[in-house]
């Protein structure tokens, strides 16, 4: 079975990954995938805004390293994309990012739910226990509507993340899935299968059974991305997430070239 691309890793320009895009684009030929894309978490207006990605002045140097990892691997697709943290009022910078190199896709992420609080930080897990469970899903599913309608993204990044520590609310979320997806379809937006998450307490792929079922009915298309922030987690657990895929009833992924896409089976 050919793999699905890898839409989804990192390099240590973020100061939370190992390894450069040459080592993971090894990596990636190592284990038959044929097309890859690096999606480093981008930076913020302001570079003091938190300690977990790249500066401003680091964005050339970043797409040098993936340019770099294109001349060497020729026989791999090598897509230069971005993580983006969608914050309301954030949308004019990334507008302004997204002109200042030919970049094949943005991933769209909530990470952040207030300008302090990034829900996946393992630093922050207290706050988690100060605050309701199924408010906190109401705000961050809020703002990934959003980010989902706003036009600005190709993709939106792990689209079920508060769950990540295994906290869980116990009110019927669907209400919230289906605003996101609907918001997500009327844009044109995808959705990303994300294998960290059996790599976290949840340990479930992002998003959940229940939410990517909504998202095929609504049809919603979809990548496939592993979130490596090392070169071994490249395209790991694929094959789950090809079966999740067809579970839900999806037979096609879409890639992207220059913010440009097209179908492609699985
Ligand atoms: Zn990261
Ligand atoms: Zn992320």
Redesign the pocket.
């Known amino acids: 079975m050919q793999l699905p691309a890898d839409y989804h890793m990192?390099t240590p320009l973020?100061r939370?990954?190992a390894g450069e895009p040459l080592d993971y684009a090894r990596r990636a030929v190592e284990i038959g995938l044929t097309e890859i894309g690096f999606s480093d978490?981008s930076p913020m207006e302001r570079d003091d805004f938190d300690d977990?990605r790249m500066a401003d002045r680091q964005l050339d140097e970043y797409v040098a390293k993936v340019r770099l990892a294109q001349a060497a691997f020729p026989q791999l697709t090598i897509r230069l994309a971005l993580e983006v943290d969608y914050l309301p009022g954030q949308e004019d910078w990334i507008g302004r990012l997204a002109a200042r190199h030919p970049w094949d896709y943005f991933i769209g992420s909530v990470h952040y739910v207030s300008d302090a609080w990034d829900i996946d930080n393992p630093a922050k897990l207290a706050e988690w226990k100060r605050l309701d469970a199924f408010a906190v899903w109401q705000a961050y599913f809020q703002r990934l509507t959003q980010a989902a309608g706003s036009g600005l993204f190709d993709i939106i990044g792990h689209a079920d993340l508060p769950k990540k520590f295994g906290i869980r609310p116990v009110q019927d979320c669907r209400p919230l899935y289906q605003e996101f997806l609907a918001a997500a379809a009327g844009a044109g937006c995808a959705i990303e299968l994300n294998t960290a998450g059996l790599r976290k307490d949840c340990r479930e792929i992002y998003p959940g059974p229940e939410l990517l079922r909504i998202a095929r009915q609504q049809h919603v298309p979809i990548t496939f991305g592993s979130?490596a922030?090392a070169p071994h987690e490249v395209g790991l657990n694929f094959a789950e997430a090809v079966a999740l895929a067809r579970d839900a009833g999806y037979t096609e992924a879409r890639r992207f070239n220059r913010r440009q896409h097209e179908p492609v089976h699985f």
């Open positions: 990192h973020c939370h990954a978490h977990w979130d922030h």
